[in-house]
């Protein structure tokens, strides 16, 4: 997709105006019901993808920063599950709505923003144009990517307000997702 940045709720880096909805944001703290803490949802999706190490899945729940989480795991991409392919924008969209039922109340105001003015978010990265997208090498000012991140935000903000991780499910997506939710409860 090709998007011209003023024609986007765009973001760079977690300090901007929309850059909460970036995974390496900080501050937004995930709990899960049994009152584990994890420290952000890149750190959860990183946990995802180890499934069956649980010395890596352990290390990586113990960090604070989620950059230092990703840097982390690079060195065991030897042992990333064999199904990460078919379900990664899986456990992103469940990272990012464990995310916006815990946090509605500090992201409902940019919510808000981004449905009256109708603009897509979009993630705009150096180098990633799966989860967001790069600047055009012509013009700075046009992004070109899949935007994933980015999409799965906007599905979560246009829906409808909830708390209730369910209430975003569609039916062809509960089997899928109910598998990743066992997943999460053996924190």
């Excluded at 935007?147 to 975003?168: A, H, M, P, T």
Aim: proline share 3%; aromatic share 12%; hydrophobic share 35%.
């Amino acid at each position: 997709m090709v998007y011209r940045l003023e024609e986007t709720n765009y973001f760079r880096s977690s300090k901007d105006k929309f850059g909460c909805f970036g995974n390496m944001c900080g501050g937004f703290p995930l709990t899960l019901p049994d009152g584990k803490v994890i420290h952000g949802s890149e750190i959860l999706y990183q946990w995802f993808k180890y499934k069956g190490h649980a010395d890596i899945q352990k290390t990586l729940l113990e960090f604070k920063n989620p950059l230092k989480a990703k840097w982390y795991q690079k060195k065991y991409k030897n042992c990333i599950r064999s199904d990460w392919d078919d379900i990664n924008i899986d456990v992103m969209k469940l990272c990012c709505l464990l995310k916006w039922c815990e946090h509605t109340d500090r992201l409902y105001h940019l919510r808000e923003e981004i449905i009256e003015n109708g603009l897509p978010v979009v993630e705009v990265s150096k180098k990633d144009n799966f989860w967001g997208c790069v600047p055009n090498k012509d013009d700075n000012n046009i992004v070109e990517g899949e935007n994933v991140l980015g999409q799965i935000w906007d599905e979560i903000l246009r829906f409808k307000i909830s708390r209730n991780i369910f209430d975003y499910y569609h039916d062809d997506d509960i089997k899928k997702n109910v598998m990743l939710m066992e997943e999460l409860a053996t924190i």
